[in-house]
């Protein structure tokens, strides 16, 4: 809020006062000010940490990097944000903080193989690629007080044997697009133009927080080999779809570089100014 704003909304509830407005609507302006004051400290701390840590560009650093050096790099930049981190640490970033790595030991090719002849299906080799590094990958932020993280050979299923009652719900939406929405890949697709009746044959290859998930979709693949990966995330109103899981580990590094770096800057805020003020 500028200070314009702001002296506008002091001015507003003083007139009100004198005009003899009730208590609680000249309570409700001074509440609503303070809030958005307070949502203006944030943004403007959160641009200050940002500029003393900057925020990775992942985009494409695995095909000009290779997924050994990204996975370096976001293994590196979740440890500095936990190590930088001026709050109280949770159990799982404790656990990754002492044993100094969000990645797993790799899957050896009995893993990779024994999860193809469960699920019936050969993986995409952007899939079994990132097992071969790293038997899934844990989550240092809380989604709905949960760890969204990438779950390991022996963790990763069919969505129908997790959530049956998650793939109901979205069918009886009716979600299904025709065939000219559902080519659409990039940032020109529609993440509501989903095909709801792929779910129910789709492999869950990180748990289900919230109603979001990681999907794989066998019944979409590529001349490459690789098979569609949905991000059926909650924040989504429907997927974010990829012809391979790549842009998706991108994205996942990316995203929990800024939710760790939030929880900093609303520590800090938290200190400075107590909590937000709730909505009135």
């Not at 809020?1 to 003899?20: K, Q």
């Not at 590094?133 to 129908?160: H, M, P, V």
């Not at 990180?206 to 991000?231: C, H, K, R």
Request: charged share 20%; glycine share 6%; net charge neutral.
């Amino acid at each position: 809020m500028n200070d314009r704003r702001r002296l506008l909304l002091i001015a507003a509830a003083t007139t009100l006062a004198s005009l003899g407005v009730g208590a609680y609507a000249v309570s409700r302006l001074r509440t609503d000010a303070r809030r958005q004051a307070w949502q203006d400290a944030r943004k403007d701390a959160y641009q200050k940490l940002q500029a003393q840590f900057p925020a990775p560009e992942t985009d494409g650093m695995i095909a000009r990097d290779g997924l050994a050096a990204f996975l370096r790099f976001w293994d590196a930049q979740m440890l500095l944000r936990l190590q930088r981190a001026p709050y109280t640490l949770d159990g799982q970033q404790r656990d990754i903080l002492h044993s100094g790595s969000v990645l797993n030991p790799p899957a050896s090719a009995g893993d990779i193989g024994a999860l193809q002849d469960r699920l019936g299906v050969r993986l995409p080799p952007s899939m079994r690629a990132l097992l071969a590094l790293s038997n899934g990958i844990k989550a240092t932020s809380d989604y709905a007080n949960e760890k969204f993280d990438f779950l390991r050979c022996a963790q990763i299923d069919w969505l129908n044997h997790i959530d049956q009652g998650l793939i109901d719900i979205w069918n009886k939406e009716g979600f299904d697009a025709t065939d000219a929405e559902y080519s659409v890949y990039g940032p020109k697709q529609d993440s509501v133009k989903i095909r709801a009746r792929y779910m129910k044959h789709s492999i869950a290859i990180s748990p289900v927080v919230d109603g979001g998930v990681y999907l794989l979709n066998p019944q979409i693949t590529f001349a490459d080999g690789e098979m569609e990966v949905w991000d059926f995330s909650v924040k989504l109103p429907g997927a974010n779809r990829y012809q391979s899981l790549y842009p998706l580990l991108e994205i996942h590094c990316s995203n929990q570089c800024t939710e760790l770096d939030g929880q900093h800057v609303d520590y800090l805020l938290k200190q400075q100014l107590g909590p937000i003020p709730p909505r009135t």
